[in-house]
Structures are given as structure tokens and as C-alpha cells.
């Protein structure tokens, strides 16, 4: 019988309905205690002063630019393979998003490109440490001081990753996470802001808190809703839902991925969903995940090395490069592959889901038109893969995966010790 592995995991703590009907008895869903103590002990984790949490990634991004009070029409220069929001919500803050190109073997702000990329009117930078790998930090630093450019880190994908040690989110003057249901700490929504300087994290603080409490039944339903996305992930589940959908438009040539995303649109002005506060109850079962990260990073990094092994001799397969200096938390595990189109349906009728873009290649989309330029880094980085390595599968599952990775390439000789017929048990 076939058996489905989806391309996400949900990180769900053990006991959140526990800790969610605690909250709920106690009327502690959404004001309480637990978001100071969330804030306190995401600072302590970084080792930096002052964090705030904030209803989305995007918006703890949005407070900074807006309590940076930077001059309107000011340049801030983002990597061209990005989250269309960020540069989106550069624009919201009266600024004007400025592209530079990636390194195609990190998927990272290229150190050339970004000093290509800076006017006299340039005024931040916004790196971000994709798929789970932190940007050359030495380099963009050292550029961003001698140009008395304002650094933003976008560490999304990345909490818990490193640079010579340092943990991503404390080299710059800001930074923001996010904590959505796919991302490596889970609260099924939210975000944070990282602030160094006291006085701006007071002025970050006074946005974020100047937002109203969401309705105790809207914060029910978000939670109902990411439990949902959790269990249809799961392979038992994933196999009777997802897997047949994606098993049919493999041979259709459809692509319904683009109804799992966000409509790529202008947002302004913002959506009322983004304006609110972030709720006890999320930051109590962030409390709880932060206990988890490192574990569940030490088992998606040994899940990126079975891959990495099993892929190594298969032609035309590039694994994901992590720098000597660079410590990779894999929120997403990116390969080269020939045909990517073709492997992505041979894969699926395989049992296997796998994704060919987690981000956009913003110099090609059409709401970024005035601001289109040359990107081949990123350009060539959109022809990538994304496998699944996430915490929640077994090292069996691991193997199996790359077998049918494999398989799919037409290639015999991937490492593969479990038997060629078992099943992602």
C-alpha cells in the first residue's frame, strides 16, 4: 500500500491541548502572564536585551522600520529570493525596496551584490539567513559600517542557527522571527522583534502594544486551525487527504500549490488580521517549545546528513552547502536536481511530496515591477528542491525518502539500507 510523506512538518509541543484548556479555565487565552515571561526568555535564549512579540513575523518587522523613523523614500536592500511581504512591508513603511542578488550555493545575500545594490540614499539592510543557513554576517556587517547602514535580520527560517557560534538575530541592530505553525518554534502564529538599543525597543514596544486583543473565539479558531494542519501532515493522514490530490494533478501537469499560499497582492492598507496583539495562551506554548528547539534541531540536522549520504552518488544532485563557519537548522533542506518538474511528479506518485519554491524571486514578480532588476543568483537558486528532513519523521522515513528521491532520478545506486519495498513507517 502506498504510503505519503507531505513536504511539512508541523513542531507541535507534547501536552498543548493541555496547556491550551489550562490557559482557557484559568481566562488566561489572551492576556496573561506568559508573554512577559515569553519575551524575557527569548531574550535570554539569544543573549540580548529586549524582545518583543508582535501578532506576526511580518509585523515585528513592520515596528522596526516604523520606529526606526527612517527619512520616506529611503532605500532598504533585501535579497531578491525573499518573502514577498518583507519588501512588501518595506514599501508600507514609506521606504523603497532595493534588490540584491543571492549566492545560488547558499541561497544567501550575496556580500558583492549587496555593496552593488547601495545608493547615497540607502538606509538599511535586510538579510535574511534562508531555508535555516545565516548569511555571511563578517561581510554584510563590516559593509553596513562603513556605509552607517541599519542592519535587520530576517531570522524566519533560522532560530537556533549560528555564525562563528553566535547565535542569528544578534549581530544586527534588529531583528524579527517568526513563529507560524511551519516554522522551527511554533506557536501557531506570532512573531518577535529583537531590538538592541533600549530606546528604540521602547518606541517597537509602543506600536506592538498599541494594537487591539484579538477575540477570545478568533484566537480558538487559530488554534483549532494549526492543531488541523498538524494532523493532516501526519503520514497516516496525509496519505488519505493530501496524497491523492496531489497523486491526480501530477498527471494533469496542475499545480495547486498555489492555493496553500498567501495571494501575492499590495497590502495596503493592512489586512485587520495583522493589527492585534499576540495572546497568552501562544506564548505559553512557545515557553514550552523553546525547551524542545534544540532537539528537534539536532534531529532535523541529523536527518539533513542521512540525506546527504543517501544523495551523494546520485549525477547531477547538488545537497545544500553549509559553510564551515555556519551551523544549518534545515527549516528547509534545498537540492539541485536534474528536471526538477519531472522529479517533483515522479515523486509524488511515489508517496512523496516535495516542494520546488518556499519563497519568491521578488526581481520577477509583477507588485515589485518598479523595482525588477537583473537577479541570476536568484534566479538559479528558484530551480532548487525542498525535501523533507523535518523533526517529525523517523530516520526510517529519512531513508525511505531518498530511496524514492532516487528512484525518481532513475538512479540504482542511492544509499539505501531499509527493504526496497517497505514502507515511511
Sequence with gaps: ML??????????????????????????LVRGPHIEEFEQAMAKYLGCCHAV???????????????????????????????????????????????????????????????????????????????????????????????????????????????????????????????????????YGGGMAIVREPE??????????????????????????GRLQRVLTRPSVFTFTGLPILWVCSWLKAQPDVYLWEKIRPLDPLPAGYRQRYTNVQAALGLEALTYLDAWT???????????????????????????ESTHVYYQYCAYVPDRDELVRRSIRRGLDIETLHVDVCTRLPLFRDFWTDAPGADRAAEAVQLPVYAGLSDRQIRWVARQVGRALGEKNVSAPLASRAGPN
Excluded at 517597537?204 to 498599541?210: D, E, M, P, R, W
Excluded at 540536522?301 to 559553510?323: I, K, N, S, W
Aim: proline share 7%.
Design 200 to 225: 528604540l525597543a521602547r518606541r517597537v514596544a509602543a506600536l506592538a502594544h498599541a494594537e487591539p486583543w484579538p477575540d477570545e473565539r478568533c484566537v480558538l479558531r487559530q488554534l483549532r486551525l
Design 3 to 28: 504510503t505519503g510523506i507531505s513536504r511539512y512538518g508541523v513542531r507541535e509541543v507534547p501536552g498543548t491541548e493541555r496547556i491550551i484548556q489550562r490557559r482557557r479555565r484559568r481566562k488566561e
Design 53 to 187: 512579540s508582535t501578532s506576526y513575523g511580518r509585523m515585528a518587522f513592520y515596528y522596526i522600520l516604523k520606529a526606526l523613523d527612517l527619512p520616506a523614500g529611503s532605500e532598504i536592500v533585501a535579497p531578491a529570493l525573499t518573502f514577498w511581504v518583507i519588501p512588501e512591508m518595506a514599501r508600507l513603511a514609506a521606504l523603497k525596496p532595493v534588490f540584491a542578488d543571492v549566492n545560488p550555493a547558499t541561497f544567501n545575500m550575496c556580500p558583492l551584490a549587496l555593496e552593488r545594490a547601495i545608493t547615497p540614499r540607502t538606509r538599511a539592510i535586510v538579510p535574511t539567513h534562508l531555508y535555516g543557513l545565516p548569511c555571511e554576517m563578517d561581510s554584510i556587517m563590516e559593509i553596513a559600517q562603513r556605509h552607517k547602514l541599519v542592519v535587520i535580520e530576517d531570522c524566519a527560517h533560522a532560530l537556533g542557527a549560528r555564525y562563528r557560534g553566535r547565535l542569528v538575530g544578534t549581530f544586527g541592530d534588529a531583528a524579527f522571527f517568526s513563529f507560524q505553525s511551519l516554522k522551527p518554534l511554533n506557536t
Design 298 to 324: 539536532a534531529k532535523t540536522q541529523r536527518h539533513a546528513r542521512l540525506m546527504d549520504e543517501a544523495l551523494r552518488d546520485c549525477p547531477g544532485v547538488l545537497t545544500p552547502q553549509a559553510p564551515a
